[in-house]
Structures are given as C-alpha cells and as structure tokens.
C-alpha cells in the first residue's frame, strides 16, 4: 500500500452535476492510520457520497482531498486504488469464482492469502461448504450468495488488496449481531495499523470508533467519541436512540 493512509479532507464542497443544492458543505476532518472513524447521520445527509470522494467516483467542487498530504486528483489510478479499498453499500460481485472476485484488486495474492481474507471476514465456513470452495462459481451480481455472503465476500475483497485505507458503507448491516462483532474484532487485529472509515447503522458499531462525526443535510455538526456526543449533541443522540 502507497503511504500509511492518513485521509484529509479540507473544506470540501460537492454537488451532483445538475443538482441546485450541494450535497456536502464545509467538510474538513482527518481521519489517522490505525484509527476507526465513523460517519453517522440519516438517511441522504450525505455520509456515501463522501466516502466516494476518497477514491475519486467523483470529484470535489470545492476544497481538497488529500491522503498522506498529496491531493487525491495527483495521484495516479494506480497510486489511488492501491492505496484504498472501499466495500461499497451494495456490494457487487462479478460473474466468475468466488477466487476471481477475491482477487479483483489484488491479482498477485496466493489461495492462502484469499483464505486469510476470508477467516477475517469471517466467510470461511460457508467458502469451505460451497462446492468448489474458492473455485465455486460467482453469478453475475452475485444472486447465488446470500446478502450477508456477498457483503463479507466484498469485505474479503477489500482485505486481500491490502490496502492503507479502508472504507465500509455500510458493510455489516446484513450480518447477525454476533457475526457482526466477531468480524470487527478480527478487523481490529489484523488491520491495525490502516485507516478506516465506516458508515455504520448499527449504535455497537459506532461506539468503537476513535472518532465519530455526525453528518447532517451535508454538514458534520458533531464529532468526538460516543460519550463525548451522547453528552454534547442532540443530532446524535435521536440518531442512536431512534
Ligand atoms: C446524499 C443525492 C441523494 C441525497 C444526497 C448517490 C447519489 C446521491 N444523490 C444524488 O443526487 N445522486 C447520486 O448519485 O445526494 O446521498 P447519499 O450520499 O447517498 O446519502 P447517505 O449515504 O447518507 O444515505 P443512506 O440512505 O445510504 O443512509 O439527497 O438523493
Ligand atoms: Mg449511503
């Protein structure tokens, strides 16, 4: 992975082509290697779309994003899909194997490699159960697998790429609570040292992150631990308690 990851983001305005209102206003924060930041907020206050920002799906208007101090629009492609992989709210899986989906990203890793990746996303035991294991055979969209397969296959994807910064929209919405918290322990262990951003739902999933930021109508109106914004934040507290 390119650099250790450090993500910034200075005052960064966007708007979606066409669209009369910004989408996201003012957003500066940075997020640090072996750090968890949680992005919470309702529904379209804007917490995908910035993460999308970060592996340039679109552009900032205004202001800059940087990782490891150099503007992402600088880097290369290459540069940029080393440094950062993303777990997109739908996940997606391509017409193959489930080894060719593990791989996309991450084309040099070996079959040890896709099956520590799996053990993290704590996909083992279903990979192991399909015929084939990792040869089992992936349909277009990934209809073959279940919602909650899909999303820890893409998780597994991530890992495999080894990247400084993770992001996950999302990602652990489809799993029971248990598996859940099974998998961020092993995330904790085995990706201490990168960046991660999540989008999380779920209050147990937030409450771990070093730092949170609140997100409201595209601005962030809140941030600091779960403790701090429970005492301090009214946004935060409907959120959580909703
Ligand atoms: C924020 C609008 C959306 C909403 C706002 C992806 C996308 C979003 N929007 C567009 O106009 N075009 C697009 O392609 O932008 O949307 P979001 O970032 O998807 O919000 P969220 O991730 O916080 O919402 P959710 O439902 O995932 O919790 O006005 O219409
Ligand atoms: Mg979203």
């Known amino acids: 992975a390119a650099g250790r990851g450090r ?27 072996g750090r968890t930041t949680a992005i919470i907020g309702s529904t379209g206050a804007g917490k995908t779309t910035l993460l999308n920002l970060i592996p340039r799906l679109y552009d900032a208007g205004g202001g800059q ?16 899909s080393e440094a950062v992989a993303a777990v997109p709210q739908k996940p997606y899986l391509f017409s193959g194997t489930i080894a060719s989906n593990l791989r996309y990203g991450a084309q040099g890793a070996t079959d040890e490699e896709l099956w520590e990746a799996l053990e993290i996303a704590q996909a083992t035991d279903f990979v192991r159960d399909k015929d084939g294991g990792l040869d089992a055979p992936i349909s277009q969209g ?3 697998v ?35 918290a ?16 999540l989008v999380a739902q779920r209050v147990a999933t937030i409450t771990e992150a070093d730092e949170i930021l609140v997100l409201d109508d595209g601005r962030i109106v809140g941030r600091g631990t779960h403790e701090q914004l ?7 507290r409907e959120i959580v308690e909703s």
Do not use: H, M
């Not at 429970?230 to 935060?236: F, Q, R, V």
């Open 7 to 33: 993500v910034e983001f200075r005052d960064v305005s966007f708007g979606y082509p066409g669209a009369e209102e910004p989408v996201l206003k003012d957003i500066s924060f940075t997020a640090e290697p």
């Open 65 to 80: 994003v940087l990782i490891d101090g150099v503007p992402v629009d600088r880097l290369t492609r290459e540069a940029l």
């Open 142 to 144: 990934g209809t073959n």
């Open 146 to 180: 279940s919602g909650g397969q899909r999303q820890r296959l893409c998780i597994a994807r991530a890992l495999a790429a080894r990247p400084s910064v993770y992001l996950f929209d999302d990602s652990f919405s489809a799993l029971d609570v248990a598996t859940d």
């Open 182 to 197: 099974r998998l961020r322990a092993a995330l904790k262990r085995s990706i201490a040292d990168a960046t991660v951003i």
């Open 230 to 236: 429970l005492e301090t934040n009214e946004t935060y």
